[in-house]
């Protein structure tokens, strides 16, 4: 697993994290801001149906981009540097959203988030505010899948033999290319697996992000820039 282990650093394994399409930031999070951030998930949590497009009914959804904590982590400086290298020009924060398997709940089968103008516009992250693996709905991946060759067959999104499924601590935060194929997994022990999905766009992609960002209930100034 590709993984940066020492918090708060800025060291980045470049040809790595391009290879890979991810890393894993461990305990990239303060500790002491977690308790306020799973308050905040838990106090902004929204129905499906007041959502501008109604979300997955085995899915616990809070509505959260407007919280401080929450901004805070967006911008952690490790995390835009590593969103940043991923998209290699000028980028802003888009979208971050609470998003948590309930019991049961939370199997997504393969699949890429895709990149809008070209690859590797578009970078995700999940933050984890509660440990996470395979019992609770950890999100599984097929590294290197986001640049496939020109020549490679289409992926069998069925055939998850080069899956591998994350594991780890409250405080850790994948980040990701759009076009890696990853997975959310059943949450089948029930405990809690908090965590925000957040959404960098690379600057030309702002005018689309705007006419669409209603119907992704962003509330949020995103005017800010950030250099990679």
Known sequence: MTDAKTPGSLAIDRERLHRDGYVVLRRAIPADWLDTLRDAFDANVTPTEQ??????????????????????VCRLPMLLATAGALIGERFFHAQVEGR?????????????????????????????FD???????????????????PDAPPFDLADESRAIQLTGSAGDIL??????????????????????????????????????ASLRNVRM????????
């Open 175 to 212: 980040v990701f290319d759009a076009d890696l194929l990853h997975a959310a997994s059943v949450n089948r022990s029930g405990a809690r697996r908090r965590s925000i999905l957040i959404g960098y766009f690379a600057e030309p992609r702002y005018a689309a992000h705007l006419r669409t």
């Open 100 to 128: 948590e398997p309930l019991p049961g709940g939370g199997h997504q089968g393969l699949h890429r988030d895709l990149s809008d103008e070209r690859p590797g516009d578009t970078v995700n992250a999940l933050a984890f």
């Open 51 to 72: 959502w501008a497009v109604p979300r997955g009914a085995d899915w616990r959804h809070s509505l959260l981009d407007l919280d401080p904590t929450v901004r805070a």
């Open 131 to 149: 440990d996470y693996g395979p019992d609770n709905g950890a999100t599984r991946l097929v590294p290197g899948t986001h640049r496939p060759a």
């Open 221 to 228: 100034d995103t005017s800010e820039r950030f250099e990679p």
